[in-house]
C-alpha cells in the first residue's frame, strides 16, 4: 500500500487510542460530571443561538430538531404511549419528511419540474440512561431519498438549487458515538460524521432551500465525492472544546474521500460508488477541518444583541488533478495532450462567517431580524472554485399573528478560478470554434416559511441563477451559446415528528 494511502487509517487509529484513553481518564476522575451550563437555546451546529431568525423546521444538515407535529395529532401522535417511556430509558427517536416541488419555467439547460422527497430518521442512545455510561451517547440517521433533481437534469447549476437533491437511495448518513468529559466541555466523537453538521455553519442560513447555504460550493466542488456531506459522510474523529458558553474550538479529522472518486482517469458519480452510505473508507489521504467560534452577547440581554464570529480552515492531503495542464507540461486542450491532469499536492482553503442578530422584537426572544455573512478562499492550483461569498437576511415574526413565520432573503456567488478560465480559453484557442468562458455563478434566493402548526411548515421559494454552472455552454444549444440565467420556482413541505 503506497505511504499516503495508510495515512488517514493511521491517523484514525491514533486519534481513537487518544480519545478513548482520554475518556477513561477522565471518567475514573470524576464520577459526578456535569453538563456544563449553556444558554436555553441552542443553534445550529448545536452552538448558543446567537441568530435570532432561526427557522422552526430545516432541511440543512447542521439544522437542529426543533419542534415536532406530535402534539398536533392528539391521541394518534403516540398512540402507544412509547415515546416518553423509550426517553426515559434513554432512547429517543425522530422524523423529518422533507417534499420540493420546484420547476425553471425560464433559462437553464431546459425548462421542466420535478418533485423530490427524504424522509430522514434519527436515533439518539444515551448510555448513560440506557446502560449506566456517564456523558456518552449513540447517534444514527438515514435517508430515504425519492425523485428527480432540476439541478442535475434542467437547470445545469453549481449551486444545487435544493439541499435535498441526491439520487435516489436508501442510505445511512452519520453513525458516531460521542463521549463528555471534564465538566461537559469536550466532546470527543468518533465514527461516521459529516462535516456539514458542525463546520463551516451559519444559523442564519439554515432558513433557505439552495444547497449551497449549508455546505457551501467552494467545498462541494473543490473537494473530493463533495466532501464529507449530504448525501454522504465518512469515517472520522472529532474533538470540541467549550471552556464556556462564548468560545467554542474544534478540529475533526475525516477520511478524504468518501465515495473513493478521486482517482485518475474519468470520473464516476460518487453517490453511484457509496450507493447505501457504508463504504466505511479509511484509506484515503485525510481531511483535516480545523475551526474557532466565539459568540458574543449570549446573556439574553434585551439591550444587548447577540452574534457569532467563526474563523475556519481545511486541508486536504490527497492528489488532484491540475485542471489546465496535463502531465508533460501541455494545456489538456492540446490535441498532443495525454489527457490527464497533472497530478498536484493537496488542497486547501481558508472561511470565516459572522452570524448578527440585528434587531430583536420588544418582549420576544425569538423574534426579529437576523443577518449572516460567510466568505471563503481556495487559492490552489486544482480548485475549480477560488473564491466564495454568500449572505442573508432573516426576519421571524415579521407580520402580526404570524410570530413563527420567518422571511429571508440571501444571495450566494462562486467565482471560477483562474486555472479553470484559462483552460476554457484553451479549449477554444485549439478548437478554433468560439464559446464561452466560465466567470462565476450567483444566485438570489427570496424565501417565505409559514408554520401551519409546530412542526409542520409550507415554504414557497424564489431563486434566480445568473451564468449557470459559471457560464457553460448549452449541449442543448445548436449554436454552442451559454446556459441563459435560471428562474426557479417551487414549494417546500416540511413535517418533523
Known amino acids: 500500500m503506497p505511504a499516503a494511502t495508510g495515512q488517514t487509517g493511521r491517523l484514525f487509529r491514533r486519534a481513537a487510542g487518544a480519545a478513548l484513553a482520554a475518556g477513561l481518564c477522565a471518567l475514573g476522575a470524576s464520577s459526578q460530571a456535569q453538563q456544563l451550563a449553556f444558554p436555553r437555546f441552542r443553534g445550529a451546529g448545536d452552538d448558543p443561538r446567537t441568530a435570532i431568525a ?36 434513554g432512547i429517543e427517536y425522530s ?96 465514527g461516521q460524521l459529516a462535516a456539514d453538521t458542525e463546520f463551516i455553519v451559519s444559523q442564519t442560513a439554515t432558513l433557505f432551500v439552495n444547497s449551497t447555504f449549508g455546505w457551501p460550493a467552494i467545498t462541494g466542488l473543490n473537494l473530493p465525492s463533495g466532501g464529507p456531506a449530504y448525501p454522504l459522510a465518512t469515517p472520522a474523529v472529532r474533538a470540541k472544546y467549550t471552556p464556556d458558553d462564548k468560545l467554542s474550538l474544534q478540529v475533526g479529522l475525516f477520511d478524504g474521500d468518501p465515495a473513493g472518486a478521486n482517482r485518475p482517469g474519468p470520473d464516476p458519480e460518487p453517490q453511484r460508488l ?22 458574543y452577547n449570549t446573556d439574553n440581554d434585551p439591550a444587548t444583541l447577540p452574534g457569532t464570529v467563526t474563523l475556519g480552515g481545511w486541508q486536504n492531503f490527497g492528489r488532484f488533478e491540475d485542471l489546465r495542464l496535463d502531465s508533460a507540461g501541455r494545456p489538456l486542450a492540446d490535441p498532443a495532450s495525454t489527457g490527464i491532469g497533472r497530478r498536484l499536492r493537496g488542497n486547501a482553503g481558508l472561511y470565516g462567517i459572522l452570524d448578527q442578530t440585528l434587531y430583536r422584537e420588544p418582549g420576544k426572544e425569538d423574534e426579529g431580524l437576523s443577518a449572516f455573512v460567510r466568505a471563503s478562499l481556495s487559492p490552489t492550483r486544482s480548485s475549480l472554485i477560488d473564491t466564495y461569498l454568500d449572505g442573508g437576511l432573516a426576519y421571524r415574526g415579521l407580520f402580526p399573528g404570524r410570530e413563527s413565520d420567518t422571511l429571508g432573503l440571501s444571495v450566494a456567488y462562486a467565482h471560477i478560478s483562474a486555472a479553470a478560465r484559462r483552460a476554457d480559453r484553451d479549449a477554444i484557442l485549439y478548437a478554433g470554434v468560439p464559446g464561452p468562458v466560465r466567470r462565476a455563478e450567483t444566485v438570489i434566493e427570496a424565501t417565505y416559511q409559514a408554520v401551519i402548526v409546530p412542526g409542520f411548515t409550507v415554504q414557497p421559494d424564489v431563486q434566480y441563477i445568473l451564468r449557470p454552472g459559471g457560464g457553460i455552454a448549452n449541449p442543448y444549444d445548436p449554436a454552442g451559446r451559454r446556459v441563459r440565467n435560471a428562474a426557479v420556482l417551487g414549494v417546500r413541505a416540511t413535517v418533523q415528528y
Request: charged residues 20%; neutral net charge; proline residues 5%.
Open 54 to 89: 432561526q427557522p422552526e423546521t430545516t432541511s440543512q444538515a447542521s439544522g437542529g430538531y426543533v419542534s415536532s407535529v406530535e402534539p398536533s395529532l392528539g391521541p394518534l401522535g403516540d398512540p402507544l404511549g412509547l415515546r416518553p417511556v423509550l426517553k426515559a430509558r
Open 274 to 295: 457509496d450507493r447505501s452510505g457504508t463504504n466505511f473508507r479509511t484509506h484515503d489521504p485525510a481531511l483535516v477541518v480545523a475551526e474557532a467560534a466565539y459568540a
Open 95 to 190: 422524523l423529518t419528511y422533507v417534499a420540493d416541488a420546484l420547476g425553471n419555467p425560464a433559462g437553464g439547460l431546459r425548462r421542466g419540474a420535478i418533485a423530490e422527497d427524504r424522509l430522514n430518521l434519527r436515533l439518539n442512545l444515551n448510555l448513560d440512561r440506557l446502560v449506566g455510561w456517564e456523558g456518552g451517547t449513540i447517534h444514527a440517521n438515514a435517508y430515504f431519498i425519492h425523485g428527480t433533481g432540476l439541478s442535475r437534469y434542467f437547470v445545469g447549476n453549481l449551486m444545487t438549487t435544493s439541499v435535498i437533491e441526491a439520487l435516489p437511495a436508501t442510505r445511512l448518513y452519520v453513525l458516531w458515538f460521542d463521549q463528555r468529559l471534564l465538566d461537559g466541555k469536550l466532546a470527543l466523537r468518533a
